[in-house]
């Protein structure tokens, strides 16, 4: 066998290898890169949420799911309305000056109502405690753990923040905010777009 016959085969089982291991390689690299982008449900986990209010009544609430968090929508009745102003003097911060969240709150939000519409409360349903989920105490009235002269809201059960069914918290709480209230506009009286909302 030649000296060139040598070369020649051992060119080829070089070649051979060399793209066997770039494939093999390659194989390998395109699961592991995928794995960096995110998946189908953690892109819609970010994403805006639809949500279609038509069928909600006064005095009821709906609960949907936003970047992984509840956020409740009440219709509130024109009772639970009236007993806002004057709760004020009982909560920690009745005019939600503090903002301590990451969520920037809308200025049309910003009023005795902490809504867009005084009729519907959109507020994420966690506690600014510890993170726990507050229980609804709509009904006015006494109750256990509750005032005498509750006005109505929700009750953080772990260790007794109350809110309103503004989301404001009472003074002299665990909690130390208010509920927060997250971006959203309507796109009609009877369709909201959590998740977005107009500039103001």
């Not at 038509?54 to 007993?83: F, N, Y």
């Not at 971006?183 to 909201?192: A, E, G, I």
Request: proline residues 10%; hydrophobic residues 35%.
């Amino acid at each position: 066998m030649s000296d060139q016959q040598v070369d020649k085969s051992k060119r080829t089982w070089l070649i051979a290898s060399t793209c066997a291991g770039v494939a093999g390689g390659a194989a390998t690299a395109v699961p592991f890169i995928s794995t960096f982008q995110p998946s189908e449900r953690a892109r819609a986990a970010g994403a805006a949420v639809e949500v279609d209010i038509g069928a909600l009544k006064p005095g009821e609430k709906l609960t949907v799911e936003w970047r992984g968090k509840p956020v409740w929508i009440l219709r509130r009745t024109p009772e639970q309305l009236a007993s806002l102003k004057a709760l004020d003097g009982q909560l920690a911060d009745p005019q939600s000056l503090r903002n301590p969240s990451d969520l920037t709150p809308m200025e049309s939000t910003r009023n005795e109502w902490r809504s867009i519409k005084p009729e519907v409360l959109v507020v994420v349903g966690i506690c600014s405690h510890l993170g726990c989920s507050p229980s609804d105490k709509l009904e006015p009235g006494p109750q256990p753990s509750l005032p005498n002269d509750w006005a109505g809201g929700f009750l953080c059960p772990c260790h007794g923040s109350t809110f309103d069914v503004a989301g404001r918290v009472y003074k002299n709480k665990p909690a130390p905010d208010n509920l927060e209230v997250p971006p959203y506009t309507f796109l009609s009286d009877s369709r909201l777009l959590i998740g977005e909302s107009k500039a103001g």
